[in-house]
């Protein structure tokens, strides 16, 4: 059992239903994506995890049972809007917010100053917080969510503000970590971070799940039949082809696109048999941007997510088949 368990969890605020009978399992030492549109509940479902607000149905467990009043000393949380005290020095702050995490003294001093120094910030101690830039307040915040080692880390939008530098600095705190045991959920709008960090992720809207499950199953199912291939093969002779695209790459490459019956076996099959050379073949992925972008406006336009929300190993969905294109890593 995962460290965190959400099953078929609910909330309503006066007419608006924050959240529909969601269910999903975090599991040890992943990072784990948390997407949705502005509106869609995350924030909701965030604080229901932490025991902030209570749902009106379902079930929360942490550690394998309901919140209890210690867990919070267990779960570092990184909100969205600052939490930390402005006109006071960056080293107390984090010290006292380790000291409410259940660290005596030394160690809290150690883990902030052990933090400070990761993400390079170890000159900033005796100054006070709002002497700090946007950016650098993200990452004294961010280690206020790790002075304490919790098992579990909710970062909300954790890369706000920061440029790409400290972008690569975060991330690389993020993966060790996952690999140091820490479970991660990461809520973000940036999808190339998600495909950069994350596992398996869920995507909900308008309260409800719309996506659950591991994100390169999720890309594999949703994405366009469509291979970037050089070769010396005549692709129109091919019936499994639908169309070529021409693409102007330098290396001659082109990206062929199937027929929605047809796949990538079958084609590299048909090369084969016809003798054909090929310097190169990729499978292009749509990328996660593209079909969050189709999810969340298909909910949008029908007031619900009734016809998007499935698992892996259905049928494509019709209009994710945009113009494919690689996940870029960080």
Same mark, same amino acid.
């Given at each position: 059992?995962?460290?965190? &368990?959400? =099953?078929?969890?609910?909330?309503?605020?006066? !007419?608006?239903?924050?959240?529909?009978?969601?269910?999903?399992?975090? &599991?040890? #030492?992943?990072?784990?994506?948390?997407?949705?549109?502005?509106?869609?509940?995350?924030?909701? $479902?965030?604080?229901?995890?932490?025991?902030?607000? !209570?749902?009106?149905?379902?079930?929360?467990?942490?550690?394998?049972?309901?919140?209890?009043?210690?867990?919070?000393?267990?779960?570092?949380?990184?909100?969205?809007?600052?939490?930390?005290?402005? &006109?006071?020095?960056?080293?107390?702050?984090?010290?006292?917010?380790?000291?409410?995490?259940?660290?005596?003294?030394?160690?809290? &001093?150690?883990?902030?100053? !052990?933090?400070?120094?990761? $993400?390079? $910030?170890?000159?900033?101690?005796?100054?006070?917080?709002?002497?700090?830039? !946007?950016?650098?307040?993200?990452?004294?915040?961010?280690?206020?969510?790790?002075?304490?080692?919790?098992?579990? $880390?909710?970062? =909300?939008?954790?890369?706000?503000?920061?440029?790409?530098?400290?972008?690569?600095?975060?991330? #690389?705190?993020?993966?060790?970590?996952?690999?140091?045991?820490?479970?991660?959920?990461?809520?973000?709008?940036?999808?190339?971070?998600?495909?950069?960090?994350?596992?398996?992720?869920?995507?909900?809207?308008?309260?409800? +799940?719309?996506?659950?499950?591991?994100?390169?199953?999720?890309?594999?199912?949703?994405?366009?039949?469509?291979?970037?291939?050089?070769?010396?093969?005549?692709?129109?002779?091919?019936?499994?082809?639908?169309?070529?695209?021409?693409? #102007?790459?330098?290396?001659?490459?082109?990206?062929?696109?199937?027929?929605? +019956?047809?796949?990538?076996?079958?084609?590299?099959?048909?090369?084969?048999?016809?003798?054909?050379?090929?310097?190169?073949?990729?499978?292009?992925?749509?990328?996660?941007?593209?079909?969050?972008?189709?999810?969340?406006?298909?909910?949008?336009?029908?007031?619900? +997510?009734?016809?998007?929300?499935?698992?892996?190993?259905?049928?494509?969905?019709?209009?994710?088949? #945009?113009?494919?294109? +690689?996940?870029?890593?960080?």
């Amino acid at each position: 059992m995962g460290p965190i &368990r959400v =099953d078929r969890v609910s909330k309503r605020f006066d !007419k608006t239903q924050a959240l529909d009978a969601v269910s999903f399992e975090v &599991r040890p #030492g992943e990072v784990f994506g948390l997407l949705g549109p502005n509106g869609a509940g995350k924030t909701t $479902l965030i604080r229901a995890i932490l025991d902030i607000i !209570k749902p009106d149905s379902g079930r929360i467990e942490i550690f394998g049972r309901p919140f209890q009043p210690e867990d919070r000393e267990r779960c570092g949380y990184l909100p969205e809007e600052r939490g930390l005290y402005p &006109r006071q020095p960056v080293g107390a702050v984090l010290e006292y917010l380790g000291r409410l995490k259940g660290l005596g003294a030394d160690a809290a &001093r150690i883990g902030a100053r !052990k933090w400070l120094d990761r $993400l390079g $910030l170890a000159d900033a101690a005796t100054k006070k917080v709002e002497q700090l830039s !946007k950016g650098n307040q993200q990452k004294v915040q961010m280690a206020a969510a790790l002075v304490a080692s919790p098992p579990i $880390l909710i970062l =909300d939008e954790p890369h706000s503000g920061l440029d790409p530098v400290s972008v690569r600095m975060v991330n #690389g705190v993020i993966r060790e970590c996952a690999a140091g045991g820490q479970t991660v959920v990461l809520s973000t709008h940036q999808m190339n971070l998600v495909e950069a960090l994350c596992t398996r992720v869920i995507m909900i809207a308008r309260g409800q +799940t719309v996506l659950y499950g591991d994100l390169q199953e999720i890309k594999r199912e949703y994405s366009a039949d469509a291979i970037r291939i050089q070769s010396n093969a005549a692709y129109g002779d091919c019936p499994l082809v639908e169309r070529v695209d021409a693409n #102007g790459n330098a290396d001659r490459s082109v990206n062929v696109y199937l027929h929605p +019956t047809a796949t990538s076996d079958e084609f590299l099959s048909w090369l084969v048999a016809r003798g054909a050379h090929v310097d190169s073949f990729e499978r292009l992925s749509t990328p996660l941007e593209e079909i969050f972008v189709h999810l969340a406006e298909h909910a949008e336009r029908t007031g619900s +997510t009734s016809g998007t929300s499935r698992t892996p190993g259905t049928s494509r969905t019709p209009g994710t088949a #945009g113009t494919p294109g +690689t996940a870029g890593t960080l």
